[in-house]
C-alpha cells in the first residue's frame, strides 16, 4: 500500500515540477515526513528525481550564465554540505514537522509580498552572494531551499523567464547531486535501488508535458503555487498545535 502512495505522490508532482520547476521538494519533503519517513528517507527518495528534472531542465536551457554557476558553486554549496552534515547528525532529536512548516509558511509569503515589498530592488554582489549562503544553509537543513531560490531568481531576472528556469534549474541540480553523493559516502544505508525505478516516471512523464508548459502563465502560476505551499504549511502547522 505505502509503494503505491509513493508511486501516486511522485508521479504528480514529477508533473508538476517538470511543467514549472518546482514543486517536488517543497510539497515531497513535508508530505513524506508527514507519512513517518525520516529525513535522510525523504531525502533518498526524492533526491534523484529531482536531479532527473533539473538535468533535463538545465541541459535543455536556450540561454546561459556562467558568472551564476561560478558564485552558485563558491557561495552556496559549502555552506550546504555544513549544514547537511549537521542536520544528519542531528535528524532524530529534531521535529521536522515544526520545522518544514516553518520554513514553507515564511517563504511562501515572502515570494507572495515580494512586489510590495520591492524586493527586487538594486539587489547588488554581496547580497546575492549572501542569498546564495542562505539558500545553501536552509535547504541542507530543510531540502526546502528551492523556495528561496526561485524568489531569488525571479526577483533578479525580472521578465526574463528562460533565465529564471534556468537558475532554479542549475541550482535545484547541482543541490541535488551533492547532497546523494555526500549521503551515499556518509556511511548509513539509506539508498535502495528499488526507488530508482521511480526514474523511469521522469522518462514517461517529462516530454510530453513539456507541451503544456507554455500555455500556462509563470506569474499566475507562481501566485498558485505559493498559495497553496502557504495553506499546506498552515495545515500542517495547525494540525501540530491541535494534536
Given at each position: 500500500m505505502i509503494e503505491i502512495t509513493e508511486l501516486s505522490i511522485i508521479a504528480l508532482l514529477t508533473i508538476f515540477?517538470?511543467?514549472?520547476?518546482?514543486?517536488?521538494?517543497?510539497?515531497?519533503?513535508?508530505?513524506?515526513?508527514?507519512?513517518?519517513?525520516?529525513f535522510p528517507q525523504t531525502l533518498c527518495l526524492l533526491l534523484p528525481v529531482s536531479l532527473f528534472i533539473s538535468f533535463f531542465q538545465f541541459t535543455s536551457s536556450k540561454v546561459k550564465n556562467i558568472q551564476f554557476?561560478?558564485?552558485?558553486?563558491?557561495?552556496?554549496?559549502?555552506?550546504?554540505?555544513?549544514s547537511l552534515y549537521f542536520i544528519l547528525k542531528n535528524h532524530q532529536i529534531i521535529d521536522f514537522k515544526f520545522y518544514t512548516s516553518v520554513v514553507i509558511i515564511f517563504f511562501s509569503t515572502l515570494s507572495l509580498l515580494k512586489n510590495k515589498l520591492n524586493f527586487n530592488y538594486k539587489i547588488n554582489t554581496f547580497t546575492k552572494r549572501l542569498i546564495l549562503i542562505l539558500i545553501g544553509t536552509i535547504h541542507g537543513l530543510t531540502n526546502l531551499g528551492g523556495s528561496l531560490l526561485a524568489i531569488f531568481s525571479t526577483s533578479v531576472n525580472g521578465e526574463k523567464k528562460e533565465?529564471?528556469?534556468?537558475?532554479i534549474s542549475y541550482g535545484y541540480f547541482v543541490m541535488s547531486l551533492l547532497q546523494i553523493i555526500f549521503l551515499y559516502f556518509y556511511g548509513e544505508n539509506y539508498f535502495e535501488v528499488n526507488n530508482l525505478y521511480y526514474l523511469f516516471i521522469v522518462l514517461i512523464i517529462y516530454f510530453p508535458v513539456q507541451k503544456f508548459f507554455i500555455t500556462f502563465d509563470n506569474k499566475k502560476f507562481s501566485e498558485i503555487i505559493n498559495i497553496l505551499a502557504l495553506t499546506y504549511g498552515l495545515g500542517i502547522f495547525i494540525n501540530i498545535i491541535v494534536s
Amino acid at each position: 500500500m505505502i509503494e503505491i502512495t509513493e508511486l501516486s505522490i511522485i508521479a504528480l508532482l514529477t508533473i508538476f515540477q517538470s511543467i514549472f520547476g518546482v514543486g517536488l521538494l517543497l510539497f515531497g519533503t513535508p508530505t513524506f515526513i508527514l507519512l513517518g519517513y525520516s529525513f535522510p528517507q525523504t531525502l533518498c527518495l526524492l533526491l534523484p528525481v529531482s536531479l532527473f528534472i533539473s538535468f533535463f531542465q538545465f541541459t535543455s536551457s536556450k540561454v546561459k550564465n556562467i558568472q551564476f554557476i561560478n558564485d552558485f558553486n563558491l557561495f552556496c554549496l559549502p555552506f550546504l554540505i555544513v549544514s547537511l552534515y549537521f542536520i544528519l547528525k542531528n535528524h532524530q532529536i529534531i521535529d521536522f514537522k515544526f520545522y518544514t512548516s516553518v520554513v514553507i509558511i515564511f517563504f511562501s509569503t515572502l515570494s507572495l509580498l515580494k512586489n510590495k515589498l520591492n524586493f527586487n530592488y538594486k539587489i547588488n554582489t554581496f547580497t546575492k552572494r549572501l542569498i546564495l549562503i542562505l539558500i545553501g544553509t536552509i535547504h541542507g537543513l530543510t531540502n526546502l531551499g528551492g523556495s528561496l531560490l526561485a524568489i531569488f531568481s525571479t526577483s533578479v531576472n525580472g521578465e526574463k523567464k528562460e533565465l529564471s528556469r534556468y537558475y532554479i534549474s542549475y541550482g535545484y541540480f547541482v543541490m541535488s547531486l551533492l547532497q546523494i553523493i555526500f549521503l551515499y559516502f556518509y556511511g548509513e544505508n539509506y539508498f535502495e535501488v528499488n526507488n530508482l525505478y521511480y526514474l523511469f516516471i521522469v522518462l514517461i512523464i517529462y516530454f510530453p508535458v513539456q507541451k503544456f508548459f507554455i500555455t500556462f502563465d509563470n506569474k499566475k502560476f507562481s501566485e498558485i503555487i505559493n498559495i497553496l505551499a502557504l495553506t499546506y504549511g498552515l495545515g500542517i502547522f495547525i494540525n501540530i498545535i491541535v494534536s
